[in-house]
């Protein structure tokens, strides 16, 4: 299969790139400023497609069966309300309509939870959206429109709603990246109450269920990415403490709740399951154990895009 990545370079879109071209022709869009870290070790196997070429002849010519579209500008807290959320949508129909004239069988994109109206109940695929942010909102206009122009040509369309993920390679400013990081610092660290309910899920569990909803055609529409299991905050924190050192200070209660944060995110993954027989398989202990080692190894490389 001939896969295309966009994104490629960022959390997601690189543990994507790594296990996707084990087995498939990957190719990878680039700008020349591109961070490549993330990808160095996979990079001599992938495809690399100058960004500033023309889209429509560059598949033209590379002919992918499917496009997994990771990228997305502005993920970090401090652009979650960027007026640039907006670029984000035309960037991808603009692709999409590409790939559309190009052939392309497939396309898979990657939403989020922030798509959702806040709830205490789970969320399936079918609850209410009503995002607040206007990251959320971009994901879900991005999702509405492509949906439909995807189906009016007669291409399978899949929306990877991902919940909250962590592993080797993300973002500093996550959560879970700056607790490891100030507790391997030994820092104490200000958190909020913490009796919000998350679910997370490690990046390699994430990128094995986006990669079978690109390879099955059975795959259409909107799939929850998440463990469809739910820790408090606290419960997270003190996992990552008692592991790191657990005589440091977790302050809880020393930070406001955001307002327009999930208070929770409880997941449901059936269809997930049903459609393409994904489960879980690295508890958080597990994944969080491979996380901080890698995040011992790795502290002062600049890693990040």
Not at 161 to 168: D, I, L, Q, T
Request: net charge neutral.
């Amino acid at each position: 299969m001939r896969i295309l990545i966009t994104g490629s370079t960022g959390f997601i879109g690189s543990h994507a790139a790594r296990l996707l071209s084990i087995d498939h022709t990957v190719g990878i869009l680039l700008r020349n400023t591109s961070n490549t870290s993330r990808i160095s070790d996979c990079l001599p196997r992938l495809i690399q497609l100058n960004d500033h070429n023309d889209l429509q002849t560059m598949l033209n010519n590379f002919q992918p069966d499917v496009i997994l579209h990771c990228g997305w500008e502005g993920v970090s807290k401090e652009y979650r309300e960027s007026y640039n959320q907006i670029n984000n949508i035309n960037n991808t129909l603009n692709l999409l309509d590409a790939a559309i004239r190009a052939g392309v069988k497939a396309f898979i994109g990657i939403g989020s939870q922030a798509e959702y109206a806040p709830s205490r109940e789970q969320l399936t695929e079918a609850s209410f959206t009503r995002p607040t942010t206007l990251y959320g909102a971009a994901k879900l206009a991005t999702y509405t429109m492509a949906e439909r122009m995807a189906a009016h040509a007669g291409m399978r369309f899949v929306w990877a709603r991902v919940f909250s993920v962590y592993g080797p390679y993300d973002h500093p400013d996550t959560l879970i990246s700056t607790l490891i990081t100030k507790l391997l610092g030994g820092d104490s660290v200000s958190l909020t109450s913490g009796e919000q309910l998350w679910d997370y899920l490690f990046v390699e569990d994430a990128v094995r269920a986006i990669s079978l909803l690109a390879k099955s055609e059975d795959a259409q529409g909107v799939f929850n990415i998440a463990s469809g299991m739910q820790k408090t905050i606290r419960e997270y924190a003190e996992a990552i403490c008692n592991i790191i050192n657990p005589a440091l200070s977790l302050k809880f209660g020393e930070l406001p709740q955001s307002p327009v944060q999930a208070y929770d995110l409880k997941a449901n993954v059936d269809r997930l399951r049903n459609v393409v027989g994904w489960e879980p398989t690295t508890s958080f202990t597990n994944g969080i154990n491979t996380t901080i080692a890698w995040h011992r190894s790795n502290e002062r490389r600049a890693l990040y895009v």
